[in-house]
């Protein structure tokens, strides 16, 4: 069983940066892929970015590329997701999730997930 807990989140102004993270169980990163989704209200949730610590895999959405930094510290079996030059439209409900070897974009394909993390960004 693999357990998932995301951090990190709050409030921060347009152009501002946040770091979030995901914690999860040991020697969880040599084997699953780890991926961020988010969801805003009314909206479904959207692929984001993921990491595969055994090949150093790193996958974004183009509307985050540039601007956000996935990364993994297998020590401290954490997944971190830098988040600069936040917008508006990045608000939402962060969720870390996680499947086993295999990339995917699509929610559907993770079968692990954590509790989430709010983000807003204000004007």
């Known amino acids: 069983q693999v357990q998932l807990v995301e951090s990190g989140g709050g409030l921060v102004q347009a152009g501002g940066s946040l770091r979030v993270s995901c914690a999860t169980s040991?020697?969880?990163?040599?084997?699953?892929?780890i991926a961020w989704f988010r969801q805003a209200p009314g909206k479904e949730r959207e692929f984001v970015a993921l990491?595969?610590?055994?090949?150093?895999?790193?996958i974004y959405a183009d509307s985050v590329k540039g601007r956000f930094t996935i990364s993994s510290d297998n020590a401290k079996n954490t997944v971190y997701l830098q988040m600069n030059s936040l917008k508006l439209e990045d608000t939402g409900v962060y969720y870390c999730?996680?499947?086993?070897?295999?990339?995917?974009?699509?929610?559907?394909?993770?079968?692990?997930w954590g509790q989430g993390t709010q983000v807003t960004v204000s004007s």
């Open positions: 999730a996680a499947r086993r070897y295999t990339t995917a974009l699509l929610a559907a394909d993770y079968s692990y």
């Open positions: 990491s595969r610590w055994s090949d150093a895999t790193t």
């Open positions: 040991s020697g969880t990163l040599r084997t699953y892929v």
